[in-house]
Protein backbone atom coordinates (compact mmCIF):
# COMPACT_ATOMS: atom_id res chain seq x y z
CA UNK A 1 0.00 0.00 0.00
CA UNK A 2 1.25 3.48 -1.00
CA UNK A 3 0.78 6.96 -0.36
CA UNK A 4 -1.43 9.64 -1.99
CA UNK A 5 1.33 12.32 -2.53
CA UNK A 6 0.78 16.18 -3.83
CA UNK A 7 3.56 17.94 -5.40
CA UNK A 8 3.19 21.94 -5.16
CA UNK A 9 5.16 24.23 -7.84
CA UNK A 10 5.06 21.50 -10.10
CA UNK A 11 6.29 23.30 -13.11
CA UNK A 12 9.07 25.04 -11.49
CA UNK A 13 13.01 23.76 -11.39
CA UNK A 14 12.53 22.23 -8.22
CA UNK A 15 8.85 20.77 -8.79
CA UNK A 16 10.20 18.87 -11.87
CA UNK A 17 13.24 17.34 -9.87
CA UNK A 18 10.50 16.19 -7.29
CA UNK A 19 8.64 14.69 -9.58
CA UNK A 20 11.30 12.79 -10.88
CA UNK A 21 13.37 11.60 -8.09
CA UNK A 22 9.90 10.05 -6.40
CA UNK A 23 9.85 8.08 -9.86
CA UNK A 24 13.80 7.40 -9.18
CA UNK A 25 13.91 6.17 -5.84
CA UNK A 26 10.67 4.16 -6.30
CA UNK A 27 8.93 6.23 -3.35
CA UNK A 28 5.56 4.21 -2.82
CA UNK A 29 3.20 6.68 -4.55
CA UNK A 30 -0.11 5.46 -5.10
CA UNK A 31 -1.69 8.17 -7.14
CA UNK A 32 0.22 11.36 -7.08
CA UNK A 33 -1.04 15.22 -8.18
CA UNK A 34 1.19 17.73 -10.06
CA UNK A 35 -0.48 21.54 -8.39
CA UNK A 36 0.66 25.00 -9.99
CA UNK A 37 -0.10 28.25 -10.30
CA UNK A 38 -3.23 29.50 -12.33
CA UNK A 39 -1.15 30.88 -15.31
CA UNK A 40 0.70 27.31 -15.18
CA UNK A 41 -2.65 25.06 -15.26
CA UNK A 42 -2.64 22.51 -17.80
CA UNK A 43 1.07 22.62 -17.89
CA UNK A 44 2.03 18.95 -18.77
CA UNK A 45 4.96 17.52 -16.25
CA UNK A 46 6.79 14.29 -16.31
CA UNK A 47 6.59 11.67 -13.44
CA UNK A 48 8.55 8.71 -14.73
CA UNK A 49 7.33 7.20 -17.73
CA UNK A 50 3.71 8.84 -17.16
CA UNK A 51 2.88 12.60 -18.40
CA UNK A 52 0.07 14.12 -15.84
CA UNK A 53 -1.35 17.81 -16.12
CA UNK A 54 -0.84 20.33 -13.21
CA UNK A 55 -4.44 21.81 -11.49
CA UNK A 56 -4.80 24.43 -9.62
CA UNK A 57 -2.81 24.95 -6.50
CA UNK A 58 -5.75 27.60 -5.53
CA UNK A 59 -8.86 25.18 -5.57
CA UNK A 60 -6.83 21.81 -5.19
CA UNK A 61 -8.57 20.18 -2.25
CA UNK A 62 -6.07 18.60 0.36
CA UNK A 63 -8.38 16.12 2.15
CA UNK A 64 -7.36 12.36 2.22
CA UNK A 65 -4.01 12.89 0.61
CA UNK A 66 -1.37 11.53 2.38
CA UNK A 67 2.00 13.97 1.81
CA UNK A 68 2.72 17.13 0.14
CA UNK A 69 6.09 18.43 -1.12
CA UNK A 70 5.96 22.42 -1.86
CA UNK A 71 8.08 24.36 -3.89
CA UNK A 72 6.23 27.28 -4.18
CA UNK A 73 8.09 30.14 -2.02
CA UNK A 74 7.47 31.66 1.06
CA UNK A 75 4.11 33.84 0.03
CA UNK A 76 2.44 30.68 -1.55
CA UNK A 77 3.57 28.34 1.33
CA UNK A 78 1.73 31.13 3.96
CA UNK A 79 -1.86 30.58 2.01
CA UNK A 80 -1.90 26.98 1.24
CA UNK A 81 0.70 24.73 3.45
CA UNK A 82 -1.90 25.41 6.38
CA UNK A 83 -4.77 24.29 4.32
CA UNK A 84 -2.98 21.43 3.69
CA UNK A 85 -1.82 20.55 6.87
CA UNK A 86 -4.93 21.21 8.49
CA UNK A 87 -6.83 18.60 5.99
CA UNK A 88 -4.68 15.83 7.62
CA UNK A 89 -2.28 15.71 4.83
CA UNK A 90 2.09 16.49 5.90
CA UNK A 91 3.55 19.45 4.50
CA UNK A 92 7.01 18.85 3.50
CA UNK A 93 8.27 22.57 2.68
CA UNK A 94 10.88 23.73 0.32
CA UNK A 95 10.52 27.49 1.31
CA UNK A 96 11.92 29.23 4.53
CA UNK A 97 8.60 30.19 6.15
CA UNK A 98 9.01 27.54 8.71
CA UNK A 99 12.79 26.70 8.88
CA UNK A 100 12.78 28.81 12.03
CA UNK A 101 9.63 27.92 13.86
CA UNK A 102 10.63 25.71 17.03
CA UNK A 103 7.50 23.69 16.76
CA UNK A 104 8.51 22.47 12.96
CA UNK A 105 10.92 20.04 12.57
CA UNK A 106 14.06 21.31 10.38
CA UNK A 107 15.64 18.28 8.63
CA UNK A 108 18.46 16.71 7.11
CA UNK A 109 17.84 12.58 7.33
CA UNK A 110 21.61 12.39 6.89
CA UNK A 111 22.02 14.35 9.91
CA UNK A 112 18.49 14.78 12.12
CA UNK A 113 16.54 11.99 10.57
CA UNK A 114 14.65 11.89 13.87
CA UNK A 115 13.29 15.38 14.17
CA UNK A 116 10.93 14.39 11.47
CA UNK A 117 8.73 12.71 15.05
CA UNK A 118 8.14 16.51 15.85
CA UNK A 119 6.02 17.05 13.00
CA UNK A 120 2.67 16.34 14.35
CA UNK A 121 2.87 19.29 16.17
CA UNK A 122 1.96 21.70 12.90
CA UNK A 123 1.80 18.72 10.16
CA UNK A 124 4.47 20.50 8.40
CA UNK A 125 8.14 19.83 7.95
CA UNK A 126 10.73 22.20 6.99
CA UNK A 127 13.49 21.43 4.27
CA UNK A 128 16.81 23.74 4.39
CA UNK A 129 18.41 25.76 2.34
CA UNK A 130 20.34 25.00 -0.77
CA UNK A 131 24.07 25.70 0.78
CA UNK A 132 23.34 24.13 4.55
CA UNK A 133 21.81 21.13 3.22
CA UNK A 134 25.27 20.00 1.94
CA UNK A 135 26.98 21.06 4.42
CA UNK A 136 25.68 19.73 7.49
CA UNK A 137 25.75 16.47 5.92
CA UNK A 138 29.90 16.69 5.26
CA UNK A 139 29.91 18.55 9.10
CA UNK A 140 27.67 15.28 10.47
CA UNK A 141 30.37 12.32 10.68
CA UNK A 142 33.08 15.02 11.66
CA UNK A 143 31.10 16.46 14.60
CA UNK A 144 30.51 13.07 15.92
CA UNK A 145 34.06 12.03 16.09
CA UNK A 146 35.78 14.87 17.18
CA UNK A 147 33.17 17.45 18.26
CA UNK A 148 33.18 20.75 16.27
CA UNK A 149 33.84 24.16 17.74
CA UNK A 150 33.93 26.57 14.97
CA UNK A 151 33.22 26.81 11.14
CA UNK A 152 34.07 28.92 8.32
CA UNK A 153 32.54 28.62 4.94
CA UNK A 154 32.61 30.39 1.70
CA UNK A 155 30.03 29.09 -0.79
CA UNK A 156 30.23 29.39 -4.63
CA UNK A 157 26.49 29.09 -5.24
CA UNK A 158 25.20 28.27 -8.61
CA UNK A 159 22.72 30.34 -10.62
CA UNK A 160 19.71 28.00 -10.85
CA UNK A 161 19.70 28.76 -6.19
CA UNK A 162 18.29 31.78 -8.04
CA UNK A 163 15.25 29.84 -9.84
CA UNK A 164 15.10 29.86 -13.69
CA UNK A 165 15.15 33.75 -14.05
CA UNK A 166 18.92 33.28 -12.56
CA UNK A 167 19.72 30.81 -15.03
CA UNK A 168 18.42 32.54 -18.11
CA UNK A 169 20.29 35.90 -17.05
CA UNK A 170 23.64 33.69 -17.16
CA UNK A 171 22.48 32.43 -20.39
CA UNK A 172 21.50 35.71 -21.56
CA UNK A 173 24.27 37.69 -20.41
CA UNK A 174 26.66 35.23 -21.41
CA UNK A 175 25.23 35.30 -25.02
CA UNK A 176 25.41 38.91 -25.31
CA UNK A 177 28.56 39.39 -24.78
CA UNK A 178 29.44 37.91 -27.55
CA UNK A 179 27.30 39.71 -30.41
CA UNK A 180 27.60 43.60 -30.25
CA UNK A 181 24.47 45.61 -29.30
CA UNK A 182 23.32 42.41 -27.68
CA UNK A 183 24.28 42.98 -24.11
CA UNK A 184 22.12 42.23 -21.32
CA UNK A 185 21.29 44.13 -18.09
CA UNK A 186 21.40 42.60 -14.97
CA UNK A 187 18.30 42.19 -13.79
CA UNK A 188 17.34 39.01 -11.41
CA UNK A 189 21.24 40.07 -9.92
CA UNK A 190 22.90 43.26 -8.43
CA UNK A 191 25.59 42.81 -11.17
CA UNK A 192 26.21 41.08 -14.30
CA UNK A 193 26.62 37.15 -13.36
CA UNK A 194 28.34 35.90 -16.88
CA UNK A 195 32.04 35.86 -15.82
CA UNK A 196 31.82 37.59 -12.78
CA UNK A 197 31.26 36.28 -9.11
CA UNK A 198 29.08 38.23 -7.14
CA UNK A 199 29.34 38.03 -3.03
CA UNK A 200 25.97 38.92 -2.30
CA UNK A 201 22.98 36.56 -1.91
CA UNK A 202 19.56 37.40 -0.75
CA UNK A 203 19.25 40.74 1.44
CA UNK A 204 21.56 42.56 3.82
CA UNK A 205 21.30 42.39 7.60
CA UNK A 206 22.22 45.42 9.80
CA UNK A 207 25.64 43.68 10.81
CA UNK A 208 26.70 43.34 7.31
CA UNK A 209 25.96 39.96 6.50
CA UNK A 210 23.02 38.42 4.33
CA UNK A 211 20.23 36.68 4.51
CA UNK A 212 21.73 33.93 3.15
CA UNK A 213 24.76 33.83 5.44
CA UNK A 214 22.65 34.30 8.52
CA UNK A 215 20.27 31.20 7.44
CA UNK A 216 23.31 29.41 7.70
CA UNK A 217 24.69 29.80 10.72
CA UNK A 218 21.15 29.38 12.18
CA UNK A 219 19.75 26.36 10.49
CA UNK A 220 23.50 24.59 11.16
CA UNK A 221 22.96 25.57 14.68
CA UNK A 222 19.25 23.86 14.34
CA UNK A 223 20.25 20.63 12.50
CA UNK A 224 23.58 19.95 14.14
CA UNK A 225 24.18 21.62 17.27
CA UNK A 226 23.50 25.25 18.69
CA UNK A 227 26.87 25.13 20.35
CA UNK A 228 28.98 25.46 16.73
CA UNK A 229 29.87 28.55 15.82
CA UNK A 230 29.07 29.48 12.64
CA UNK A 231 30.79 32.31 9.94
CA UNK A 232 29.72 32.18 6.09
CA UNK A 233 30.39 34.55 2.96
CA UNK A 234 27.64 33.45 0.39
CA UNK A 235 28.87 33.95 -3.23
CA UNK A 236 27.36 33.84 -6.84
CA UNK A 237 29.07 32.29 -9.60
CA UNK A 238 28.27 32.03 -12.98
CA UNK A 239 27.79 27.85 -13.38
CA UNK A 240 24.46 26.62 -13.95
CA UNK A 241 23.69 23.96 -11.46
CA UNK A 242 26.08 22.72 -8.43
CA UNK A 243 27.00 24.76 -5.65
CA UNK A 244 30.03 24.22 -3.82
CA UNK A 245 31.77 25.18 -0.72
CA UNK A 246 35.44 26.06 0.90
CA UNK A 247 34.36 24.88 4.45
CA UNK A 248 37.48 25.18 7.52
CA UNK A 249 36.72 23.16 10.45
CA UNK A 250 38.29 23.67 14.21
CA UNK A 251 37.44 20.49 16.50
CA UNK A 252 37.58 20.08 20.15
CA UNK A 253 39.87 17.05 19.71
CA UNK A 254 42.50 16.38 17.31
CA UNK A 255 41.08 14.76 14.00
CA UNK A 256 43.53 13.60 11.81
CA UNK A 257 43.12 13.83 7.52
CA UNK A 258 43.43 10.26 7.20
CA UNK A 259 40.97 9.64 9.52
CA UNK A 260 38.57 12.30 8.44
CA UNK A 261 38.95 10.89 5.17
CA UNK A 262 38.02 7.34 6.26
CA UNK A 263 35.06 8.91 8.47
CA UNK A 264 33.75 10.29 5.71
CA UNK A 265 34.31 7.80 3.00
CA UNK A 266 32.20 5.62 5.53
CA UNK A 267 29.29 8.57 5.87
CA UNK A 268 25.61 8.09 4.49
CA UNK A 269 25.34 10.53 1.43
CA UNK A 270 28.45 11.32 0.98
CA UNK A 271 31.07 10.13 -1.92
CA UNK A 272 35.08 11.06 -1.17
CA UNK A 273 36.78 11.76 -4.44
CA UNK A 274 40.14 13.16 -2.56
CA UNK A 275 43.24 12.39 -5.07
CA UNK A 276 46.09 14.71 -4.70
CA UNK A 277 46.75 15.10 -8.54
CA UNK A 278 45.44 17.50 -11.51
CA UNK A 279 41.69 16.29 -11.54
CA UNK A 280 41.60 14.49 -8.31
CA UNK A 281 38.20 16.35 -7.45
CA UNK A 282 34.72 17.24 -8.14
CA UNK A 283 33.44 20.05 -9.30
CA UNK A 284 30.21 21.77 -9.42
CA UNK A 285 29.46 20.15 -13.31
CA UNK A 286 30.94 16.60 -12.66
CA UNK A 287 27.70 16.42 -9.47
CA UNK A 288 24.56 17.70 -11.61
CA UNK A 289 21.73 14.88 -11.46
CA UNK A 290 23.47 13.31 -9.06
CA UNK A 291 22.22 11.97 -5.40
CA UNK A 292 25.52 12.77 -3.21
CA UNK A 293 27.43 15.29 -1.71
CA UNK A 294 30.96 14.73 -2.90
CA UNK A 295 33.92 15.95 -0.88
CA UNK A 296 37.35 16.93 -1.74
CA UNK A 297 40.60 18.83 -1.11
CA UNK A 298 40.39 17.05 2.72
CA UNK A 299 43.93 18.43 4.34
CA UNK A 300 44.88 19.36 8.08
CA UNK A 301 44.80 23.29 8.96
CA UNK A 302 48.32 24.30 10.56
CA UNK A 303 47.01 27.65 11.53
CA UNK A 304 45.59 25.85 14.67
CA UNK A 305 45.58 22.92 17.20
CA UNK A 306 42.67 20.87 15.79
CA UNK A 307 41.91 21.95 12.61
CA UNK A 308 40.59 20.48 9.16
CA UNK A 309 39.80 22.28 5.13
CA UNK A 310 37.50 20.82 2.79
CA UNK A 311 35.79 21.52 -0.45
CA UNK A 312 32.37 20.34 -0.62
CA UNK A 313 30.03 20.07 -3.74
CA UNK A 314 26.71 19.03 -4.40
CA UNK A 315 23.46 19.37 -7.18
CA UNK A 316 21.51 22.06 -5.29
CA UNK A 317 18.11 21.78 -7.35
CA UNK A 318 18.60 17.82 -5.47
CA UNK A 319 20.17 17.47 -2.66
CA UNK A 320 19.86 21.32 -2.03
CA UNK A 321 16.06 20.99 -2.31
CA UNK A 322 13.96 18.22 -4.34
CA UNK A 323 16.45 15.16 -3.16
CA UNK A 324 16.18 15.94 0.52
CA UNK A 325 12.46 17.12 0.46
CA UNK A 326 11.79 13.12 -0.78
CA UNK A 327 14.76 11.31 1.65
CA UNK A 328 12.46 13.56 4.40
CA UNK A 329 9.43 11.99 3.29
CA UNK A 330 10.97 8.38 3.03
CA UNK A 331 12.19 8.59 6.31
CA UNK A 332 8.06 10.06 7.48
CA UNK A 333 7.11 6.81 6.21
CA UNK A 334 9.11 4.17 7.45
CA UNK A 335 8.97 5.91 10.95
CA UNK A 336 5.74 7.54 11.51
CA UNK A 337 3.34 6.74 8.08
CA UNK A 338 4.00 3.56 8.04
CA UNK A 339 1.74 2.59 5.13
CA UNK A 340 4.27 2.01 1.97
Not at 54 to 78: C, E, M, P, Y
Not at 82 to 109: E, F, Q, T, W
Not at 137 to 160: E, M, N
Request: glycine share 8%; proline share 4%; net charge negative.
Amino acid sequence: MGYKVVVAGATGNVGREMLNILAEREFPVDEIAALASRRSIGTEVSFGDKTITTKDLDTFDFAGWDIALFAVGSDATKIYAPKAAAAGCVVIDNSSLYRYDPAVPLVVPEVNAEAVDGYTAKNIIANPNCSTAQMVVALKPIHDRAKIKRVVVSTYQSVSGAGKEGIDELWDQTKGLYVPGQEVAPSKFTKQIAFNVIPHIDVFLDDGSTKEEWKMVAETKKILDKSIKVTATCVRVPVFVGHSESINIETEEFLDEAEARDILREAPGILVVDKREPGGYITPIECVGEYATYISRIRQDSTIDNGLNLWCVSDNLRKGAALNAVQIAEVLGKRCLKKG
